[in-house]
């Protein structure tokens, strides 16, 4: 059973740093490109960052400089440190894996930015 399980979500002031962990499960994690997207309300799911399989990373040009993606592949674990956060990167963090026509998401991860 596939399962992609995201933490490290919660409430923090504007300028402060978060860090999101997503345990994967079920899959050959090593093959699949990892990807962070996040939803705000009233907004469209949108794509964050995405790490291959290779390591090679892209991030949207919103969070160039202040989001790193990374993963361990010996913990099947993906990682997205947020730092530099402004109430605009308020929203629903979903993690997901990709590989060819195989898509996987988790339940998400409220991340709240907020004096």
């Known amino acids: 059973q596939v399962q992609l399980v995201e933490s490290g979500g919660g409430l923090v002031q504007p300028g402060g740093s978060l860090r999101l962990s997503c345990a994967a499960s079920g899959f050959t994690f090593i093959m699949y490109g990892m990807a962070w997207y996040r939803q705000a309300p009233g907004k469209q799911r949108e794509l964050v960052a995405g790490?291959?399989?290779?390591?090679?990373?892209s991030y949207a040009d919103s969070v160039k400089g202040r989001f790193t993606i990374s993963r361990d592949n010996a913990k099947n674990t993906v990682y997205l440190q947020m730092n530099s956060l402004k109430p605009e990167d308020t929203a629903v963090y979903y993690c997901?894996?990709?590989?060819?026509?195989?898509?996987?998401w988790g339940q998400g991860t409220q991340v709240t930015v907020s004096s």
């Open positions: 997901n894996a990709n590989f060819l026509t195989r898509g996987y």
């Open positions: 790490i291959k399989s290779g390591g090679s990373t």
